[in-house]
């Protein structure tokens, strides 16, 4: 089973960047697409982004599309999420998630292995 754990949270003013980390230990991390969903309170959790197997194939929230983008280093089981002018609206605990395919998907049931999350809060 493998495990994940995010980092890279904080906060950060309104047009600002953040680069989120996901190392993954233990299971199998290359051969899966990963994924980035967040959760902000009093709400669903909502898909951000995710990545094939190898990098050659990412997907996006419309909401993020042109400003976010999703890498993985698979020879360090890392996942990344560069976030760029962020909004107060992207303020949620982000998650990074194992899919059950190689194919990367927008839907949450996919995805498995949950890390404990990292807080993003963005200020106006």
């Known amino acids: 089973q493998v495990q994940l754990v995010e980092s890279g949270g904080g906060l950060v003013q309104a047009g600002g960047s953040l680069r989120l980390s996901c190392a993954a230990s233990g299971g199998t991390f290359s051969v899966y697409a990963m994924g980035w969903f967040r959760q902000a309170p009093g709400k669903e959790r909502e898909f951000v982004a995710a990545?094939?197997?190898?990098?050659?194939?990412?997907v996006y929230a419309d909401s993020v599309k042109g400003r976010f983008t999703i890498s993985r280093d698979n020879a360090k089981n890392m996942v990344y999420l560069q976030m760029n002018s962020l909004k107060p609206e992207d303020t949620a605990v982000y998650y990074c998630?194992?899919?059950?395919?190689?194919?990367?998907?927008?839907?949450?049931?996919?995805?498995?292995?949950w890390g404990q999350g990292t807080q993003v809060t963005v200020s106006s």
């Open positions: 990545i094939n197997w190898n990098g050659g194939n990412t």
């Open positions: 998630g194992r899919s059950s395919s190689v194919i990367p998907t927008m839907t949450s049931g996919d995805f498995g292995s």
